[in-house]
DNA sequence: TAAAAATACTCCATAGGTATTTTAT
DNA sequence: ATAAAATACCTATGGAGTATTTTTA
C-alpha cells in the first residue's frame, strides 16, 4: 500500500468524481482511475458503485475511507513532528496569500501558530494568486496559499481547503428574490461582484460558461475591489452579490445576508499551499502541516 | 510514503540489524540498506547511528520508530475490517503448525478467534516445518505456521512471532551451573535435547557453529521428541536443556527451572505464516491478521 | 580477517503521461 | 452530443536483485 494511494482515493470519495481528484491532486484522470482499480483489486471489492458518470461510494468504499482518513492523519502527525525535530522551528516564515484566503482562512491558523511557535516571526503578503506565485518565483516569500486554478510549472501545490462562493442578498432590502434560481435568471439581476482579475470573479465566469452564459451578459452594477466592500454595499443597496461562503458566516448567523442557490450551478474552488520545486522541509512545511490538522 | 518500507524500517529497528530484517523480510540487504537511505533523505535526518556493526536508533528514529508501529496497526485493521467485508466469515479453515507454534503458541489464538468467529470450523495439523509445507503445497491446509528457515520457493511467508532458545536447569537439582556461562562451556555440561529433524535443534546446532562448535561435540545424554518430555526429564535430572521461551513460562514464573543464559550465542528464530503463492484474502487471511492483531 | 553495511550495476514492474474509445445522460 | 470514466500504449523512474567494495571490531 502507498499513501498517495490513499489520498487518490480520499480525494475521489470526497469529490464523488474521477475528474475532479484529478484536478486536486494534479494528476491525469486515468492515473485516477488506475489507482482505484488497484485499489479495488487489492481488495477484491468495488469501492464506488458507477452508475454511469454518477458514483457512489460501496459499503466497502465507506470502510476504507474511514480507515483511509485515520492513517493520512497519522502520516501527517508523522511528518508534522519529524519536522519539529529537524527544524528549530525558530527564525521567519514569509508567507503570502490572496485575498479571501488572508482575509477569512487565515487569521485563526496565524493565531494557534504564533501561539504554539512563538520564536517563529510570521509576515504575511497579501496579493492576488498570481502576484503570490510570483513572489513565491522570486524568493520574497516562502510558502503561498492561493486559489490553485493555474498551475504554473516549477511550483508545487498541495490541496488545502475548499471553497464555495454562493449568492447573497441582504435580508432586510426590497429585492424580491426567490430561495433558489436558475443560471439564466442571473443576467437579469443587479450584481456587485469583484474586480476584474481577481480569483473570485475568474470562478463565477467559468461556472457561468458551463451554462452558456458570459460575464459580459450579466448585469453588474459595480465591480469592488474586497469582499468587506460588497458585503457592506449589499447591506444598503437592492441587489445579489457572490462571495466565498467563508467570508460570511457572521452575517449568515446574524441573518443579516442570506443565501440564494443558483441551481445546478456551483461556484466551487480548491484553496492550495503553494511551493517552490524541491523546497521540502522546513518551516513552510511545518505551518502547512499545523494549518492541515 | 509506502508502507513497505515503514515496514523494512520497523523490522531494522527492532532488530537493530540491516541483515536481520533483510532475513526477517525476504529481501536482500541492500534493498533494505536502500530503504532505510530513502526514509534518511525523505526526513533529511538520520534515523540510526552507525558505530561501525553496531547500529542504534537515533531521537528521529525513536519518533519515526513509534508512529510506525501506529501506522502499520492501522494498515492491519484495515486489511482485516475489509477482509471480513469480503469473506463470509464461515466454513473451515486448515492449519498446520509446526511444534512449538502449535503446543505454546497457537492455543490462546484459537480460543480467542473460535469465540469471535465460531461459524468457522478450524483444524490443526502437527508437523516439522518440512511437513507443514508439504501439506500446504499438497492443499491438506490453508495455512501454515512455520519457523522460518528454510524458504520454499512458491511460498510466501509473513512474519508472525520472535522466538528465542534458552538454556533451562532445575533450580532444585544438584547441577551447578553459574547464572552465564560461555558457549565453550557447553561441551562440558549434560544436556537434553530435542530429536534431529527438529527445528529446535537446528537453530541450536547453527548457533553453535557460530562460535565453531559441532553439535557432535556436545555430550547429549538424551534426545526427546517434545520439549514438554525434556521440561519433565530436567526436574528429575541433574541435566540441562535447551528450549523455547515460549514453553516455560510457567515453570519460570513458578520457580521450577532457570534460565543459564549462554554469553554472545543467542538462539534465534523467527515464526512465520506461510500460504501458497498468490492465495490472498480468504479465511486464512483473516486468521493471520487476527493472530497478529 | 570476518561480518555487516554500503556501493555499483542491471533489469523489470509500476506509475505516470497522452491519445482514444466507451458509456450514459 | 457531451462529459466522465475506461482503455491502449508508451516512457521513465524506482525497487529489487547480484556482485563487489568498504569499514570496523
Redesign the interface.
Known amino acids: ?3 498517495f494511494r490513499l489520498k487518490v482515493f480520499q480525494s475521489v470519495a470526497r469529490n464523488l468524481s474521477f475528474t475532479k481528484a484529478a484536478r486536486e491532486l494534479c494528476v491525469s484522470q486515468p492515473a485516477i482511475t488506475k489507482h482505484v482499480q488497484e485499489l479495488e483489486a487489492a ?3 468495488r469501492l464506488f458503485e458507477r452508475q454511469g458518470s454518477r458514483i457512489a461510494l460501496t ?2 468504499g465507506r ?2 475511507l474511514e ?1 483511509c482518513e ?2 493520512l492523519d ?2 501527517r ?2 511528518e508534522f ?2 519536522n519539529l ?2 527544524n528549530r522551528c525558530a527564525g521567519e516564515l514569509r508567507l503570502g496569500a490572496s485575498t479571501t484566503i488572508a482575509q477569512y482562512v487565515l487569521p485563526p491558523v496565524l493565531a494557534r501558530f504564533t501561539r504554539r511557535f512563538p520564536q517563529v516571526h510570521l509576515s504575511l503578503l497579501n496579493g492576488n494568486s498570481r502576484e503570490v506565485e510570483i513572489a513565491l518565483q522570486e524568493g520574497r516569500i516562502d510558502l503561498g496559499l492561493v486559489e490553485g486554478i493555474h498551475r504554473q510549472p516549477g511550483l508545487k501545490y498541495t490541496p488545502f481547503l475548499q471553497d464555495e462562493l454562493v449568492a447573497v442578498v441582504s435580508t432586510r432590502g426590497k429585492l424580491r428574490v426567490p430561495e433558489e434560481i436558475m443560471p439564466g435568471d442571473l443576467p437579469r439581476l443587479p450584481l456587485v461582484l469583484r474586480e476584474k482579475g481577481s480569483g473570485t470573479l475568474d470562478v463565477i465566469g467559468r461556472a457561468l460558461e458551463e451554462h452558456g452564459i458570459k460575464l459580459s451578459d450579466l448585469h453588474v452594477l459595480m465591480h469592488l475591489g474586497s469582499t468587506e466592500s460588497i458585503k457592506l454595499f449589499l447591506e444598503h443597496a437592492d441587489c445579489m452579490g457572490i462571495v466565498s461562503v467563508r467570508s460570511i458566516s457572521r452575517e449568515l448567523a446574524e441573518g443579516r445576508l442570506r443565501v440564494v442557490e443558483v441551481e445546478s450551478m456551483p461556484m466551487h474552488r480548491d484553496f492550495c499551499f503553494v511551493r517552490l520545486q524541491g523546497q ?2 522546513g518551516l513552510a512545511q511545518t505551518f502547512e502541516l499545523f494549518a492541515m490538522s
Open positions: 500500500m502507498n499513501d481488495y477484491g471489492m459499503d466497502a470502510l476504507l480507515h485515520h492513517i497519522d502520516y502527525h508523522l513532528e519529524m525535530l529537524r521540502e522541509g
